[in-house]
C-alpha cells in the first residue's frame, strides 16, 4: 500500500518536519500527481505549508502546453501557489556538452531550486519512484559508474526528498486508480529514443521474461548494498581527507602527497573526487579516467607536472604537494608568479607592506643586551620569522625583494656558495612559489636572509658581534608557501 510505504519512508529519512515548506515538482504524470496527493494528506499532521512547481520544456509541442495547462488547473483547483515556466530547451541544450536528457534534468533541478527561493520553500518534493531508482541503477552498471553510481538515486540530498523512492509504479498507478486521480500520460516515455527509455521499455523486459523475473528486486537490493558498504567508506575519507589537506579554499585545494600515497587505493579516489567536488561543485565530465589519470601524475617523481581536466580544471603535481584548481576564464595561469617586486627597509622601524601582504619589524640591540641562548629561541611559525644579523656586517640600507636571476649565498651550517635557484629545488620549493619569498638584502645586494629558511653563514652572529640587528617578519594571512622553518 503506497500511503503506509510512503510515511515509513518519510520517517526513516527524517524528510518532513512539523511547519515544513515543501515545493512539489509536479509534471503531470502519475508520480508526481500522486505525490502532490499524498503529501495534501499530510498537511494537517505535519502542518506542511505546499507549493507547485512546473517547467515545461517545450519538446513536444501542443502536448507541453496542455500538460502545463492540466498542473495548473490541479493548482487552482487546490487553492496553492503554483509557478510555471515554459523554456525552450533545445537552446539550453545546444550551448552546452550535455545530451538532451541530461541538460533538461540540469535545467530542472535549477529551476525548482530558483523558485523554492521564491516562495521560501525549505523542502523540495520529487515523484521518483522504485522503478526510477532500478532503472538508474541499470543504467549506471552499462556506463561503468562507480559506488558513488550504484547508489542510484538518494531519498535525500540536501533540501530535497523523494516520499515515494521505495513505492512501486504500479503501487502509484493503484493509489491513482483507488482515489480516481487524473493525471497525463508523457507520449515521449512511450518511445525508445531516450537512453532510460530504452532501459525502461527494452532492456529490463527482456531481462525479467529471459534472464531473472526478479531484477528490478536484485537492482534494489544492490543498490542497498553499495549505500552501506559507501557509507562506510565516506566515514573514513572524510577523516582521511582532513588528514591530508594542507589547504582548502574555494579557489583551490592543495593535497599533502606523502599522507595520500600511503592510503588504500579506494580511499584515494575517493579523497581525489572530494577535493575535485569542492573545487568545482560536482563531478559532472570527471569520469574513471581522469581520477586515473590523477593518480599517474602523483607517481611523477620530478619536480612539477600539469594535468588538464574538463570545465577549466586544473591539476598541478609540485614535489609532494598536490594542487587542484580551477582556472577562472580570461585569468590566465590563476598561480601565475609576480613580477619583481622590492621595498626598503628603515632601520629600526616597524611598517605594514601591503602590497605584500607583510609586516616587518627592525630593531637594533647592543650584544650584551640579549642572552645568546635567545638565538636558539626565534620566533618559528607557518606565518611569523625572526632572526638575528650582524649589524657591522650588513652594508645600509637594506630591503627585501624577491629572487633575481643568478643570485647565490653562502647558506649557514653549509658549505661553500649556492644559487638561490639551487637552494630552492633542493628544499622542493615550487616554481610557483619561489618568486614570492622574500629575500632580506642590503646595499650591495649581499643576500642576508631568505626568509624563514636560511640566513647567510657571513652575516651570522659570532662571540665578538657587537651590534645586533633583529629583523622579525609576519604574513598578514597566515599559510604562506615556506616549507622550512627558520635555522
Known sequence: MLEEKAFNTIKRFNMLSFNDKVLIGVSGGPDSISLLMFLLSLKEKYHLSIYIAHLNHMLRGKESDKD?????????????????KNYDLYKFYKNRSLSLEEAA???????????????????????????????????????????EG???????????IRPLIECTREEIEEYCQKHKIKYRIDSSNKTSVYFRNKIRLELLPLLSRKYNKNIKDNLLRLRNIVSEASGYLQ???????????????KDRIIIDLKKLKVL?????????????????????????KHIYQILKLTDY???????????????????????????????????KTPAFWEHYLSVPGKERIKLLGVTIEIKVFNSREIDPSEYDRREKSNSEFAEFIDFDKVKFPIKIRNRRF???????????????????????????QRNLIPLLVDSKEKILWIAG????????????????????????KPGFCITEKSF
Do not use: W
Open 68 to 84: 502545463a495547462d492540466f498542473v495548473k488547473k490541479i493548482a487552482k483547483g487546490l487553492n496553492l501557489s503554483c509557478e510555471i
Open 105 to 147: 534534468r540540469e535545467y530542472r533541478y535549477r529551476f525548482y531550486m530558483e523558485t523554492a527561493k521564491k516562495f521560501g520553500t525549505n523542502k523540495i518534493a520529487l515523484g521518483h519512484s522504485s522503478d526510477d531508482q532500478a532503472e538508474t541503477v541499470l543504467m549506471r552498471i552499462i556506463r561503468g559508474s562507480g559506488l
Open 150 to 160: 550504484l547508489m542510484g538515486i538518494p531519498p535525500v540530498r540536501g533540501n530535497i
Open 235 to 249: 566515514e573514513k575519507t572524510e577523516t582521511s581527507f582532513m588528514q591530508i589537506i594542507k589547504e582548502e579554499n
Open 264 to 288: 588504500p587505493l579506494a580511499l584515494k579516489r575517493r579523497v581525489i573526487r572530494k577535493a575535485i567536488k569542492t573545487v568545482k561543485g560536482n563531478l559532472f565530465s570527471i569520469s574513471f
Open 301 to 335: 617523481q620530478l619536480g612539477e607536472k600539469k594535468l588538464n581536466l574538463p570545465e577549466e580544471l586544473k591539476i598541478i603535481k609540485v614535489y609532494n604537494e598536490l594542487i587542484i584548481y580551477k582556472e577562472k576564464r580570461g585569468t590566465g595561469h590563476k598561480y
Open 406 to 432: 643568478g643570485d647565490k649565498f653562502y647558506p649557514i651550517n653549509m658549505n661553500g656558495l649556492k644559487k638561490v635557484k639551487k637552494f630552492f629545488i633542493d628544499k622542493k620549493i615550487s616554481k610557483r
Open 453 to 476: 629558511m636560511r640566513l647567510d653563514d657571513r652575516v651570522k652572529i659570532k662571540a665578538n658581534t657587537k651590534k645586533i640587528l633583529y629583523v622579525k617578519l609576519a604574513f598578514n
